[in-house]
């Protein structure tokens, strides 16, 4: 492991054990470094402000757990290694989440999840003649959803377990899904046999 990403995982620690006693948004770079044993010159080295970090921790920690090596047969199983991750970390994630940083955590997962459902529609429908905007929309729906949902768990204190949160996705996600992309392409199929 280089010195860099050392030196990151230890401020990482160090704003992970800030979150424990106080609110996100009254954390300073200067409680940060003090915590670390660091100099302001080392944390602005590695990040522009306490918002980087923040990113910094979402993405490598909880968003790339979903990610890797992401194919829609193993991704319940991704989402649940995240929600388990977030769990494990529960006043980190619920603190940052009810700040205003939440916005990126946000984006980061739509993203991923959203390329993965037009992915999965793109198969289902295969044989149908869905436009690429059709395919985005149910996509994005069902994105928003999950997304909206995962926030909410975590801003609401994570009181249910992983499992049963990705249980829950699971199951709205697989059977509704199947079923939008259904009723579009019947909607295709009716309309070529009146055409």
Known sequence: MSDSLITKKAIATGIKELTKKKSFDKITVSDITEICGLNRQTFYYHFQDKYELVNWIYYNEAISLVINDLAYENSAEKIYMMLSKMKSEDYFYVNTLKASVKNEFEAYLFKVISELFCDVIEKIAANSKMEENEIRFIAE???????????????????????????????????????????????????????
């Open 141 to 195: 729906f069902y994105s928003y959803g999950i997304v909206g949902l995962i926030i909410s768990w975590a801003q609401n204190g994570m009181k249910e377990s992983p499992e049963y949160i990705t249980t829950q996705l699971r199951n709205l996600a697989y059977g509704t899904e199947k079923f939008a992309t259904a009723r579009y392409q019947e909607k295709y199929l009716n309309k070529q046999k009146q055409d």
